[in-house]
């Protein structure tokens, strides 16, 4: 049996720059423990609540500016 652990990612309010390709702020969220890993989402500009469930082992986050 693989057994996956979800994870519930809730973003309450998202308020950043938005940009074409999301080239100025943003959160990346990559399937992996770094930024060489592959990208699940690369998420900016203003959005309102969300919820996102990641099915992977383990995820990073990072915000670029």
């Known amino acids: 049996c693989v057994c ?3 994870i519930r990612l809730e973003l309450v309010r998202l308020d950043m720059d938005w940009s074409v390709n999301c080239s100025k ?5 990559y399937d992996g423990d770094d930024a060489g890993a592959p990208l699940i989402t690369r998420l ?3 959005k309102n609540a969300m919820v996102l469930s ?3 082992e383990q995820f990073s986050m990072t915000f670029g500016s």
């Not at 702020?25 to 969220?29: N, T």
């Open 25 to 29: 702020d943003r959160l990346s969220i």
């Open 54 to 56: 990641l099915y992977y």
């Open 44 to 46: 900016c500009g203003h």
């Open 4 to 6: 996956l652990q979800v």
